[in-house]
């Protein structure tokens, strides 16, 4: 297993920001591409936002393009999320996830492909 630890979840009030960040413990993890993911209580985990440190390549969930930001510590390995302009509809559960395959080339948004996961840090945005 890869330890993956967020923080910096809270409460918030509409328009105002976070950054989530998600720290990689596991020595023998080099992988480069990682992701956020959301999830609500009785719905489905959503994806937020992806991250390939080799390609440079992201990528974003409509409901947050143009308001989230997803970056990669180069040294240390820390994937953040930086979240602007929050909605209470950004309201959920926030984990981090990634492959256990994640070589230079690999994409994706969807949960299913994701090995490894944080144990998610709570975001709520009152209005």
């Known amino acids: 297993q890869v330890p993956l630890v967020e923080s910096g979840g809270g409460l918030v009030q509409a328009g105002g920001s976070l950054r989530l960040s998600c720290v990689v413990s596991?020595?023998?993890?080099?992988?480069?591409?990682m992701g956020w993911f959301r999830q609500v209580p009785g719905k489905e985990r959503e994806f937020v936002a992806f991250h390939n440190s080799w390609s440079g390549n992201t990528d974003y969930g409509d409901s947050v393009k143009g308001r989230f930001t997803i970056s990669r510590d180069s040294a240390e390995g820390t994937l953040y999320l930086q979240m602007n302009d929050l909605k209470p509809e950004d309201t959920a559960i926030y984990y981090c996830?990634?492959?256990?395959?994640?070589?230079?080339?690999?994409?994706?948004?969807?949960?299913?492909?994701?090995?490894?996961w944080g144990q998610g840090t709570q975001v709520t945005v009152s209005s």
């Open positions: 596991g020595r023998s993890f080099s992988g480069y591409a």
């Open positions: 996830a990634a492959p256990k395959a994640g070589t230079a080339g690999w994409y994706s948004r969807s949960s299913e492909m994701y090995d490894y």
